[in-house]
């Protein structure tokens, strides 16, 4: 419960006089006022002994003169005779009765004084009293104005600092001419919230700058502590991650999702390793459960801060960024290549072409279509004509349209992909049969991503599979009006323990060294399928087959995304 200090003082103060007061009064009467009592009570009675023996006196001598009167025969000694009928011993009695009388009425009334003058003291006592409760009461109100309200004010901006509110200031007292200790305690609480008000500032404008500078690296960063606790990790981290920024989280629950540290058995922690272990730098790789199809390259190192305190350092690279990066490499490599037979091809073609057709034209022109020399220079001219077109479909294919996705024909880009691998293909013996459902079938994309795609399947089935094979394209769309397209053929098949881990980066399947490739194609398809928004999933059999099925959303659907 809480009483504010005013009432402290105040209650204190006034329970501290009552008590004083109550012992005083008590103790003043109890001496005071029973010494009196006892002395005026001896007083009465002495005096009314005294009056006593006076009257037994008189009356004695009263009887002793009735006796003596009485019986004259007695002889009794003149001195003695003369005292007894002597009158002035009797007046004399009786002065001393009526002198003792007035003595013991001047003693009540002196005790009544007395008495009265104690009754007078404590009225007094009662009257000082109220003027001290009084007097209290403003001392409390002047407390409450010079040091309560002022400590008041202090406590209320307190709070609200703790809260952290460093707004606000406790008002000061304007021109005044008198200046107390709190008014500079009030002055040097005002100036700490300024430093301290500063010092947050600053501290606040380096974290921000630590978090930017961070938040600028491409590669993933995270501070740990011996605790598992993430201290501190930028944008890119939190991308890899799939969660939102909580530095509250521990590690393992961000990265696997667990509320408990990662299994020794199934992870390699490099929290384990560099602290407990104390091992130094550690390379690792992992897969993140916000987004498990990806492969993370983790770089930890040891951070000791202050001496004592020990943290890890965590560099994390997405591997999908190598493997973008290699394809840009290709379509860069591509397009150059493209570029130069273009170079080359073209300016010999279209030379041999115009040729071609001055020689038609001034010779055969008037010649009949079905004469033996003009339809062999006709077919000459159809296939230079394939040819000049050969170099145009690679620059198609390696021609980017950025970010910017377009609609693409679907069966189309298969058939210039078709067109660009044929030769290849019936030079290994190997059949291509391409099944289009229908000619209109579009989805929204890059089409040069979607040409990568293709060729990078196509020339994986092309070698899996063993002269005299096939290969099958089919493409639909099923009744969620998804569009479907499926690479079948006839090749050597996929092992069941590999088909999990076919789209790993760097992972080949390849059966002999001669056609084993870098393992990147499939990692590239697969990135390129997904950022479309679709999806790529593969069914094999050893030693019969493998077939890998597209699936892309409608239009409409990706449009929304």
Avoid at 124 to 148: A, K, P, R, T
Avoid at 274 to 284: E, L, Q, T
Wanted: glycine residues 6%; contains cysteine; proline residues 3%.
């Amino acid at each position: 419960m809480f009483v504010s200090l005013n009432r402290k003082i105040i209650y204190s103060i006034l329970l501290l006089f009552l008590i004083t007061s109550i012992i005083f009064v008590y103790t003043f009467y109890l001496i005071y006022g029973t010494k009196i009592q006892e002395e005026q009570l001896y007083n009465i009675q002495r005096n009314q002994q005294y009056i006593d023996l006076l009257y037994k006196n008189i009356n004695t001598s009263k009887e002793l003169r009735r006796i003596v009167t009485d019986n004259p025969h007695i002889k009794i000694d003149p001195a003695v005779r003369s005292s007894i009928f002597s009158s002035n011993n009797e007046q004399k009695q009786f002065d001393q009765l009526t002198a003792e009388q007035k003595q013991i009425s001047e003693t009540s009334e002196s005790f009544d004084k007395r008495y009265n003058a104690i009754y007078e003291s404590l009225k007094i006592f009662g009257i000082s009293s109220v003027l001290l409760v009084l007097s209290i009461i403003m001392l409390g109100y002047l407390i409450s104005w010079w040091i309560l309200a002022p400590l008041n004010k202090i406590s209320s901006v307190s709070a609200e600092v703790s809260k952290g509110n460093l707004n606000l200031r406790i008002e000061q007292k304007k021109n005044s001419l008198f200046v107390d200790e709190l008014d500079y305690l009030i002055n040097t609480f005002n100036q700490m919230l300024d430093a301290l008000q500063n010092v947050i500032s600053e501290v606040k404008d380096k974290e921000a700058f630590l978090q930017a500078l961070i938040d600028s690296i491409p590669d993933g960063i995270r501070v740990i502590d011996k605790d598992y606790n993430i201290i501190i990790a930028n944008k890119a981290y939190y991308r890899q991650a799939g969660t939102k920024a909580q530095n509250s989280l521990k590690c393992y629950e961000a990265s696997q999702g667990t509320d408990k540290p990662c299994s020794p058995e199934l992870f390699h922690c490099p929290v384990r390793e560099i602290m407990h272990k104390r091992r130094g730098n550690v390379k690792v790789v992992q897969q993140f459960c916000g987004h498990p199809d990806r492969h993370l390259s983790i770089n930890a190192a040891p951070l000791i801060y202050s001496g004592s305190r020990q943290y890890i350092v965590e560099s994390i690279r997405d591997l999908s960024e190598d493997i973008n990066f290699s394809h840009q490499q290709k379509l860069s490599s591509l397009g150059f290549l493209s570029t130069s037979i273009a170079h080359e091809m073209k300016n010999h073609l279209g030379a041999l072409r115009i040729i071609l057709e001055r020689l038609i034209q001034k010779f055969y022109q008037d010649k009949p279509d079905d004469s033996d020399d003009k339809k062999m220079l006709t077919l000459i001219y159809s296939e230079l004509i394939n040819c000049i077109d050969v170099p145009e479909r690679l620059l198609k294919l390696t021609r980017s349209s950025g970010e910017k996705y377009q609609e693409i024909n679907c069966a189309e880009s298969i058939c210039d992909v078709i067109n660009l691998v044929d030769f290849e293909a019936k030079s290994a013996g190997i059949g291509i049969d391409f099944r289009p459902e229908r000619k209109d079938l579009f989805i929204k994309g890059n089409e040069a991503d979607f040409k990568m795609v293709v060729i990078n399947i196509i020339l994986n089935a092309l070698k899996a599979t063993n002269n005299g094979g096939s290969i099958t394209i089919s493409l639909w769309q099923d009744k969620s009006r998804s569009i479907k397209v499926s690479f079948a053929d006839t090749g050597v098949g996929i092992a069941p323990e590999n088909l999990s881990r076919i789209f790993d980066p760097f992972f080949s399947n390849g059966q002999d060294g001669s056609k084993k490739g870098t393992g990147l194609g499939l990692s590239i398809a697969k990135s390129i399928v997904e950022k479309t928004g679709g999806h790529i999933s593969v069914e094999s059999t050893l030693g019969k087959g493998s077939c890998f099925t597209l699936s892309f959303p409608p239009i409409k659907k990706l449009a929304k995304k």
